[in-house]
């Protein structure tokens, strides 16, 4: 079976002595084992890590169910949700469509975002768009209060009943929540709305495989049982306890530098369409690792296009940084450079060509100039963008955190930091019960 993730670690032996790297492969294969264990902190969260193959076909077919539904008249679907709650799904989406949907010819209903942030223009546009579109939405969050999705719902869910009336809402409303508790359960059951269950023990960056992400995935017309198959190849290579497993890999040389003082890791890209894996990836790890005044920083640059930009701070700033570049082997389109008569650009040495073969050369001209620079390189290299592929992709992504957090020795599983701007912001806005905290907050500014 040909290698669906291949880790390329020749870049970085000149950081790490072999030795060292050694003792950091065993410190990996013992955090997996405890990972799978569930022994270790954080283990009520830890449904994610048999999901693909715990994948039912009864949900595959409640989630095509709504398509089909959907297809037939359904021009516009508003995903709400934040976080992890639509990061995973974004990733997915925008690297598996045309960069040019939303200009081309629709096939099926146009995806779009909300509740990701609390910008008045933002919001007032969608309404604008709303208008335009025969409207559908479905609305991820456990509680069904966090701020930012609850207003971005209720303005969206006022506009479809005043437009389309009581029952018709039923129809264009999913929610996917808790499967008992929270406002949006609630909502759900009282009216009527088809709903999904969010696991109680998945969290929100580790749900892009749950309903949270295969929901949207689907309703983009992306194969969902594809990416599911890709995840699960996943899930059976990276449950082997030895130093051939690539989430182990993976691990283990990310915290070997970071023991060398390589304090932030930069996942690098050659495929615009992968801008929003990072994404994903950078919530993935920052949330599950930034604890204890530990953690590497995550942060992700879109090459060729940020090397005129932040290519200067890479290969001659600090040396406080590494990089994890994704590869993709093979492109799915076919297109090569033209000869000019004039050659006035002068790339005629560039004539027949195909352009990726220059993306590859751009790729590898960077490695060793960031490695000439002091900059340590891994590679992950994927044999094409497709959906079992990313599923793969994102299932090793997935492990790897764990492991790595355990090597750490914090809890990759909690995310507790992040509720201190909401305490701050509900105080603020003068919430019920925040009163005390509000004045505080308002003598500090």
């Not at 709400?80 to 997915?92: C, M, P, Q, R, T």
């Amino acid at each position: 079976m040909k290698k669906v993730i291949t880790i390329i670690e020749r870049s970085v032996t000149g950081f790490i002595p072999d030795n060292e790297y050694a003792g950091w492969q065993k410190k990996a294969i013992e955090a997996l084992k405890l990972l799978d264990s569930g022994q270790g902190v954080g283990s009520d969260f830890l449904g994610w890590i048999n999901l693909p193959s715990g994948t039912s076909a009864e949900l595959i077919g409640r989630i095509k169910d709504i398509c089909k539904d959907w297809q037939k008249d359904i021009e516009l679907v508003v995903i709400i949700g934040i976080g992890g709650s639509y990061l995973g799904a974004k990733a997915v989406i925008e690297a598996l469509s045309h960069s040019f949907s939303s200009l081309l010819p629709a096939a099926g209903p146009q995806i779009v975002f909300a509740g990701q942030n609390i910008s008045e223009d933002y919001l007032a546009e969608l309404e604008d768009l709303m208008k335009t579109r025969s409207v559908a939405c479905v609305v991820i969050s456990k509680s069904g209060t966090t701020t930012e999705p609850a207003i971005a719902f209720r303005l969206v869910k006022q506009h479809i009943l005043k437009r389309y009336g009581k029952e018709e809402t039923k129809r264009r409303i999913v929610a996917i929540t808790d499967k008992s508790r929270g406002a949006l359960r609630h909502m759900a059951d009282s009216q009527g709305y088809r709903s999904f269950i969010i696991p109680d023990n998945i969290g929100g960056r580790f749900s892009v495989l749950t309903p949270v992400g295969l929901l949207p995935i689907a309703l983009a017309g992306i194969d969902i049982e594809d990416l599911i198959a890709g995840a699960l190849y996943m899930e059976r290579i990276t449950a082997t306890k030895d130093a051939d497993n690539p989430a182990v890999q993976y691990a283990a040389l990310r915290n070997a530098l970071y023991s060398k003082g390589k304090k932030i890791e930069l996942l690098v890209n050659y495929h615009p369409k992968l801008h929003y894996l990072t994404e994903w990836w950078k919530q993935l790890f920052g949330e599950s690792e930034g604890k204890d005044h530990k953690g590497i920083f995550p942060a992700g640059v879109d090459f060729t296009t940020d090397l005129h930009s932040m290519g200067q701070y890479i290969q001659d700033g600090e040396r406080h940084l590494f990089e994890t570049v994704i590869s993709i082997v093979s492109t799915n389109r076919s297109l090569t450079i033209p000869k000019d008569q004039e050659d006035a650009d002068g790339l005629n040495y560039l004539a027949g060509k195909h352009i990726d073969q220059c993306n590859k050369m751009a790729e590898l001209g960077t490695c060793l100039a960031h490695l000439d620079g002091g900059v340590p390189n891994l590679r992950i290299e994927i044999p094409s963008l497709n959906a079992y592929n990313m599923g793969a992709l994102l299932y090793f992504f997935e492990k790897a955190c764990g492991i790595s957090g355990y090597i750490l020795g914090v809890n990759p599983f909690d995310q507790e930091g992040v509720e201190a701007y909401k305490k701050n912001m509900f105080a603020l806005l003068d919430k019920p019960g925040f009163e005390i905290e509000g004045e505080l907050l308002r003598k500090r500014l």
